[in-house]
């Protein structure tokens, strides 16, 4: 007959050797949940794979990813692109990606010394910010104006030569030239707001402040005018009261 001690020590070895079992059993189900998973992913990997090559080759027929200075003459490019009937060729593609736009800085063509010419003060006002504007200048809020005035039109202007040849077309073009202009406006208005100031030194400061006040109406106005220009040349015209008025203020 087995004593308590013995009965005691056998059920601790059958519950030992199952919660063996069990634990092997789940090491095994878990390696072939692994395996099962691991193919499955890579089942899934093979058949993305597969889909984003065909998609490379389908959009690669239609869109130019920049990669190529071929450039093309004007009879390629689309009507919005037509704006300087005097330049015959050396226009990159119209179906750039952005990618491509910015790939198309170091190729040569016909936006190039535009680009160059717009990038290269950016990057020197970056780099010499402290020597040019120094700190004790900050205490007025001209010296903020002029130096959003500054820089603004490089960055618009960079932008809109950069991917104006992007592949969403015109709907695109026309938000980079909006973006181009109001950098133009910021520098129009902003910029000018020391020159003003300087000239109405000597009024009260109501007077000045509503002249200025003034100045910026017809600035708001000005933009509103070469946002909506239906025509190139509409466009500059719309600031030419900013530049008189400033002109004005030399006197």
């Known amino acids: 007959m087995m004593t308590y001690r013995t009965r005691k020590r056998i059920s601790k070895e059958s519950n030992s050797k199952m919660f ?21 992913l890579k089942d899934c990997w093979r058949k993305f794979s597969a ?16 990669l190529k200075s071929k450039t093309e003459s004007l009879d390629a490019m689309p009507d919005y692109l037509r704006f300087n009937p005097w330049i015959l060729s050396g226009y990159r593609s119209a179906n750039l990606t952005t990618y491509g736009c910015l790939c198309s800085i170091v190729s040569l063509h016909n936006e190039t010394i535009n680009i160059i010419t717009h990038l290269v003060p950016l990057i020197y006002l970056i ?13 007025s809020y001209l010296t903020y104006c002029h130096v959003i005035g500054c820089y603004s039109p490089w960055i618009g202007s960079s932008i809109y030569h950069i991917f104006m040849n992007h592949h969403r077309g015109k709907s695109i073009y026309s938000r980079l030239l909006q973006i181009d202009m109001v950098g133009i406006w910021i520098t129009q208005t902003f910029g000018a707001l020391t020159t003003i100031n300087a000239s109405l030194k000597e009024l009260s400061d109501p007077i000045r402040n509503r002249l200025v006040i003034i100045y910026l109406l017809l600035s708001l106005y000005a933009l509103h005018k070469g946002l909506n220009a239906s025509i190139a040349w509409q466009r500059p015209c719309s600031f030419f009261l900013l530049v008189l008025i400033r002109a004005l203020c030399l006197l």
């Not at 063996?20 to 499955?40: G, M």
Request: proline share 2%; charged share 25%; net charge positive.
């Open 20 to 40: 063996e079992n069990i634990i092997e059993n789940f090491s095994i189900n878990q390696r072939w949940s692994q395996l099962i998973l691991a193919d499955y």
């Open 127 to 139: 780099f010499n910010y402290s020597t040019i504007f120094h700190p004790k200048l900050f205490d």
């Open 51 to 66: 889909l984003k090559r065909n998609r490379f080759k389908t959009e690669s027929k239609c869109i130019d990813f920049g």
